[in-house]
């Protein structure tokens, strides 16, 4: 989760964490949220509030936002309107919960949700594009025309960061690299791992040519090679990995993106294909802006402070429920 305030000269985002929970097994009040959870992973029992996009965990969700209104806001919800991103799937009952929580909970006066797909448009200061969100589970492809949605032509598949982890996995552990645990791949994926243009003109260099090491947390080195591209191009070319993930039927990234603008209206086209926008974590490697990570909080900062943005009130809420959705979004 990203964090933070729009009405700044420069929109930092003040607040980065992993949207988890950890809470001691023999007592459920006392829990950790975000990095601090993640570490004591193993001590603890960890719980997430989304699985696969939706909401399961809604008591998960409430401690996460009472961990932000405490630790950004000193506790004083009630005087702050939320500008916060949902999936574009299943939004409306999403939306429903987590505004109940918002309204209820705590009480914030006026709530807005956008798709970070729409946002991150806005982020680099577009109306057009073919937005591609590549998450830990999830890949998205929107198109947007002037700043219009087209949820009619949008895909969304089980894919994303979570097989490339699998995949690095599984070669490294053909070097007898079994015994790593999740932070210790997920952070040699994060510092060693890069995407190649070209895989087959990769695979003709010497190993030499790309080797790297990697310290472990016992001070041994980890010796890397081919395993820093070839794990990422999963995303590109998953049919060749299908040993790994078990996705038989799983097109890569640029058949995916070209197949959605061919569904999209002809005069369209040309428009997406020239605004091209990657966003996500999972596309933190050396390739384009290196701040796209946050390109979705931008464009909700941006948004935030346009005096167009429509929120819906604490008052609407109590009075409508979750129906205001149905009329207003």
Do not use: W
């Not at 919960?97 to 680099?124: C, G, K, R």
């Not at 490294?172 to 994060?190: M, P, S, W």
Request: net charge negative; hydrophobic share 35%; with cysteine.
């Amino acid at each position: 989760m990203k964090v933070g305030f729009p009405n700044r000269e420069y929109q930092t985002v003040d607040l980065v964490f992993p949207n988890i929970i950890a809470a001691n097994k023999n007592n459920n009040n006392d829990y950790l949220v975000g990095s601090e959870a993640l570490e004591k992973r193993f001590d603890y029992s960890v719980s997430a509030p989304f699985e696969l996009g939706k909401l399961k965990n809604k008591d998960c969700l409430s401690k996460v936002y009472d961990y932000i209104f405490k630790t950004q806001c000193k506790g004083d919800s009630h005087t702050h309107d939320i500008f916060m991103t949902e999936d574009f799937i299943d939004s409306n009952s999403t939306r429903a919960e987590m505004a109940q929580i918002m309204f209820e909970n705590f009480e914030v006066p006026n709530l807005h949700y956008e798709t970070p797909s729409s946002a991150s448009v806005y982020s680099v200061c577009r109306v057009n594009g073919l937005v591609v969100d590549i998450g830990d589970v999830f890949t998205r492809v929107l198109p947007i025309y002037y700043e219009k949605p087209d949820y009619n032509h949008s895909y969304k598949t089980l894919f994303g960061g979570a097989d490339v982890f699998n995949v690095f996995k599984s070669l490294i552990q053909r070097n007898n690299y079994f015994n790593l645990d999740f932070g210790t791949i997920y952070d040699i994926i994060k510092k060693m791992c890069y995407v190649t243009q070209d895989v087959n003109k990769e695979l003709e260099k010497e190993d030499k040519s790309f080797l790297k090491q990697y310290e472990l947390p016992d001070k041994s080195k980890l010796n890397l090679a081919k395993e820093t591209f070839l794990a990422t191009n999963v995303m590109f070319q998953p049919e060749n990995f299908v040993d790994i993930t078990g996705k038989h039927q799983q097109d890569g990234i640029p058949k995916i993106k070209v197949d959605t603008i061919k569904h999209c209206p002809i005069d369209t086209r040309e428009d997406l294909y020239d605004n091209i926008i990657i966003t996500g974590g999972n596309t933190m490697y050396d390739v384009a802006l290196s701040n796209r990570i946050y390109g979705a909080f931008h464009g909700c900062a941006t948004l935030a402070d346009l005096s167009t943005t429509t929120y819906i009130s604490k008052r609407e809420y109590e009075e409508k429920g979750s129906a205001i959705y149905e009329s207003k979004h």
